[in-house]
């Protein structure tokens, strides 16, 4: 993958060093999540991105890993996306795209809504508690609660083997995941990488496997591991 300065789109460049990994082409029959979360491009984390297959389990087709800006992110996001929105026209079938909202997400999002104009964005619903108005949030918000219900959804998927993982760089960061307590022994234990390390394709597998019952399923074989 690669975005030069000033261009509008994406180009994929078969490298087997490079940062998208790809198992598998689009089906025309299924459906299909992306989801990502996204780092400043800066800082010592990655944004990291997922793109699932949807059907009677979901099945890890591509992945991304590496260092970019939030505004590349949206770019990288739109071209996963449309590649794996198989149809046309009025028949196409968008992928799902969503993006965590938290913090440099928000400006990824933007950029999803505003330049790229992706049709079809995870939406959070929200009811003011005064007017009982309800209004609409674009991407996945991650607080204390949907941290860990989307963990254990994705604990649980992996438990009953109905999640196909095919990244090795998903599996190291799972095989180091614990629980511990902050920097400082307070307050409860909670699920995160170890000091030092990463979880950034956990977060990012988690909010995919929590929005995937908002797509339509297409036909799929149910994995069970040998």
């Not at 029959?29 to 010592?44: P, Q």
């Not at 992945?63 to 794996?84: F, M, T």
């Not at 400006?107 to 009811?127: A, F, G, Q, S």
């Not at 991407?139 to 438990?159: D, F, H, I, Q």
Request: glycine share 8%.
């Amino acid at each position: 993958f690669h975005v030069g300065k000033g261009e509008a789109r994406a180009r994929f460049i078969d490298d087997p060093h490079g940062p998208v990994w790809i198992w598998e082409v689009p089906d025309a029959a299924a459906r299909y999540v992306v989801s990502a979360d996204i780092a400043s491009g800066g800082s010592r984390d990655f944004t990291s991105v997922h793109v699932l297959k949807v059907g009677q389990s979901l099945e890890q087709v591509a992945s991304y890993r590496g260092k970019c800006d939030p505004d590349e992110a949206a770019i990288l996001i739109d071209r996963l996306a449309k590649v794996y929105s198989p149809g046309k026209g009025a028949n196409r079938s968008w992928a799902l795209v969503a993006p965590e909202r938290n913090s440099y997400g928000l400006h990824t999002i933007d950029k999803l809504v505003n330049d790229r104009r992706y049709p079809n964005i995870y939406t959070h619903k929200r009811t003011d508690t005064v007017d009982y108005r309800e209004s609409r949030d674009y991407g996945w918000l991650t607080s204390t609660a949907t941290r860990n219900r989307s963990l254990e959804y994705l604990k649980e998927m992996v438990r009953e083997a109905t999640i196909l993982i095919r990244c090795s760089r998903t599996f190291a960061e799972m095989e180091t995941f614990i629980y511990q307590k902050a920097a400082d022994g307070k307050g409860d234990e909670k699920p995160c990488a170890p000091r030092g390390g990463f979880d950034d394709m956990v977060m990012a597998l988690a909010i995919g496997v929590s929005v995937a019952d908002r797509v339509p399923s297409g036909p799929a074989v149910l994995y069970r591991p040998s």
